[in-house]
């Protein structure tokens, strides 16, 4: 059998437990509940959701009046809060406070007269909720090449997504410095995000191959992904058993694994104790 060695810090993260626990309890004790968009993005756990009774949608308008509405990890903006108050929607808030930190703040800056720039994937839910937080003037950048590009302003405040790099952030900051007369920086990359990240680091040196495990649109998993690559490992990135590749594994006699923040445990046991019988 091969020698399967476990990231230190894996699977759910406090926000994306949280959210999960919330859900079940309420599915078990209330009944149906709704989701605008996937709550995680993980879709095996969400398949199991949504057999206790979780209803997906994806528009706020395809609601019904009175519904309990379950609001996910990567929070919504806050015309979406106001639309489900209108139909006297039951809120489930489960928004990860890392989410609701970053939220806070772009709001507070740009209420100050911040022109707010924010790190991140201009397609994820977590970048659309800050943007809804936000009455000012906004950007989102996905890296310092963008941030290079922005018209100067005198006043500027960079947040960032929760599951960026902070390396990253840092190499943005830096070109905003040339861009504006008053940088304000608020390192909103969440704790877990850190750690999750540099226990894959952990792993180069140590291991033949590395497998992330983690939903193929999940933002966090891809970034452990690239951090693999970027230590030098052979590393696969797959998102259930069937993904495998036993040619992959040929010659590899130790592996590693990570998974991404909304990957369930049941699915990272899955996933490891296949490959250590193949």
């Known amino acids: 059998m091969r020698e399967i060695i476990l990231a230190d810090h894996a699977g759910f993260c406090f926000g994306v437990k949280r959210a999960v626990d919330g859900i079940v ?3 078990a004790e209330k009944g149906a509940a709704w989701s605008i968009g996937m709550p995680i993005h993980n879709p095996q756990e969400v398949a199991r959701l949504c057999a206790l009774g979780l209803m997906i949608v994806s528009d706020v308008r395809d609601i019904p009046d009175g519904a309990r509405v379950f609001i996910r990890a990567h929070g919504e903006a ?4 106001k639309e489900l108050q209108d139909k006297n929607a039951h809120i489930m808030d489960m928004t990860c406070p890392f989410v609701q930190r970053a939220q ?4 507070e800056l740009s209420a100050r007269g911040y022109h707010i720039v924010l790190l991140g994937d201009i397609r994820h839910p977590e970048i659309r909720s800050i943007q809804g937080h936000v009455d000012g003037s906004i950007d989102v950048v996905a890296d310092e090449t963008d941030a290079a590009r922005l018209p100067k302003t005198r006043l500027a405040a960079l947040i960032s997504q929760t599951t960026q790099r ?3 952030l840092a190499s943005v ?3 905003l410095v040339f ?3 008053e940088l304000h920086v608020c390192n909103t990359v969440c704790r877990a995000t850190v750690e999750r990240q540099g226990a894959v680091r952990a792993l180069a040196g140590k291991v033949d191959g590395l497998v992330v495990i983690g939903g193929h649109e999940s933002a966090n998993t891809a970034k452990l992904r690239d951090i693999g690559l970027a230590c030098g490992m052979d590393v696969i990135w797959i998102e259930n058993i069937n993904e495998l590749n036993g040619g992959w594994l040929l010659g ?6 990570a998974a991404g923040a909304s990957t369930p445990l049941w699915l990272i046991t899955e996933v490891c104790t296949k490959i250590a019988r193949m």
């Open 179 to 181: 861009r504006t007369e």
């Open 25 to 27: 309890r309420a599915l």
């Open 173 to 175: 900051a830096s070109a």
């Open 104 to 107: 806070a703040r772009a709001g």
């Open 166 to 168: 902070e390396e990253l």
């Open 78 to 81: 806050l015309s979406v809060f």
């Open 252 to 257: 590899k006699g130790k592996i590693g694994a």
